[in-house]
């Protein structure tokens, strides 16, 4: 999924800065979207896709029904997955709740090779942690079963 910043001031206040601060200025923008998935096993990161309360996250994440939803202004809202794609890795999560901070969600089919990313996490707990990294592949994946085709980023 390709992923921008929560409205707010354009990308170019970014113009000047250097590539860590442009990068740090990112992930403060995009940091209110990213929540904690709690589960009995857990927990892992989501995004609020939109303000209505749904969730985007990763299909591994996700045990049972019911998740535990710490937002990242600390409330705690219970989530419940609505639905779930095995091969992609993906879950969806709704929580009743409204007005939420959801990403701008971007446009993937301009991604190109070479173009630096950002993941927004809360590994193993640690919260707020995020890496960069580079796109190796539009269109394309390597995968366990071998090359696949298609609209994949890697």
């Known amino acids: 999924m390709v992923i921008s910043a929560p409205a707010g001031p354009s990308a170019s206040i970014l113009d000047g800065l250097s590539v860590s601060d442009a990068a740090a200025?990112?992930?403060?923008?995009?940091?209110?979207?990213?929540?904690?998935?709690?589960?009995?096993?857990?927990?892992?990161?989501?995004?609020?896709?939109?303000?209505?309360?749904?969730?985007?996250?990763?299909?591994?994440?996700v045990h049972g029904d019911t998740m535990e939803i710490t937002l990242a202004d600390g409330r705690h809202l219970e989530?419940?997955?609505?639905?779930?794609?095995?091969?992609?890795?993906?879950?969806?999560i709704t929580v009743d709740a409204d007005e939420l901070p959801a990403v701008e969600v971007g446009d993937s089919a301009t991604v190109r090779p070479g173009q630096i990313v950002l993941a927004l996490g809360h590994p193993i707990g640690f919260r707020g942690a995020v890496s960069i990294g580079i796109v190796v592949a539009a269109g394309q994946a390597?995968?366990?079963?071998?090359?696949?085709?298609?609209?994949?980023?890697?």
Do not use: C, F, Y
């Open 25 to 61: 200025a990112i992930a403060a923008r995009v940091a209110p979207s990213v929540v904690i998935v709690g589960n009995r096993g857990g927990s892992g990161a989501g995004v609020i896709w939109r303000p209505d309360g749904r969730i985007v996250t990763n299909r591994h994440v």
């Open 79 to 92: 989530g419940k997955v609505t639905a779930q794609h095995q091969s992609r890795d993906l879950a969806l």
């Open 142 to 154: 390597a995968t366990a079963e071998g090359p696949r085709t298609g609209d994949w980023l890697q």
